[in-house]
């Protein structure tokens, strides 16, 4: 059976371990929808969304946004005047439920628990959803700088591994809180 084709990014896995809250700059002006993952700017508070690739570390995953008047909102839209406020899962240890983006290549069991990176994709104004997702292409390897963990496969009837769009439990792996540590026990 297909495995449904349903991209919406980073969907924390039952439960959020913790949570911060960051701001949107003024002058941001990039769509952002819930489960988008994000990285901190050397500025302040303030966030932006994560880069796809190799070495390119994330914060965590956008649970909910705010405009300026702390009003929610469904997705902070291009061009939105003003600053706004988010939520973000951003504990280094949270998992994630991520669907694989279902190109030529399938992720297999046999990827558990190495490395991939994550594919940018459209959000949806549908949905309210984040449109990022694992990239098959690349196999579970252990590249350190690789964004994301593969856990193992989501346990479910309706997902079936080394098929298109398979959802994975995952880990960020080059998270920004745990960049920089050396050595054991400092």
């Not at 003024?26 to 993952?37: E, G, R």
């Not at 706004?84 to 992720?107: E, K, N, R, S, W």
């Not at 590249?143 to 193992?152: E, F, H, N, P, S």
């Amino acid at each position: 059976m297909a495995n449904v084709d349903f991209p919406r990014g980073l969907q924390p896995h039952e439960y959020v371990l913790h949570r911060g809250t960051y701001n949107i700059s003024a002058a941001y002006a990039q769509d952002l929808f819930v489960w988008d993952p994000v990285i901190l700017t050397g500025t302040g508070n303030i966030i932006n969304i994560a880069t796809a690739g190799t070495g390119n570390p994330i914060l965590g995953v956008i649970l909910a946004i705010y405009d300026s008047n702390g009003d929610p909102l469904q997705y902070w839209p291009t061009g939105k005047a003003g600053t706004g406020t988010v939520l973000v899962a951003d504990d280094p240890f949270q998992y994630y439920i991520c669907q694989g983006d279902g190109d030529t290549t399938f992720l297999d069991i046999n990827d558990a628990g190495g490395n991939i990176n994550l594919v940018a994709g459209a959000g949806s104004a549908v949905y309210y959803r984040s449109g990022w997702q694992l990239d098959d292409s690349e196999t579970g390897d252990g590249t350190a700088g690789d964004q994301i963990r593969l856990v193992k496969p989501v346990d479910r009837v309706d997902n079936t591994v080394a098929l298109a769009n398979a959802d994975w439990i995952c880990l960020i792996n080059n998270h920004q809180r745990l960049q920089g540590i050396v050595g054991v026990g400092v």
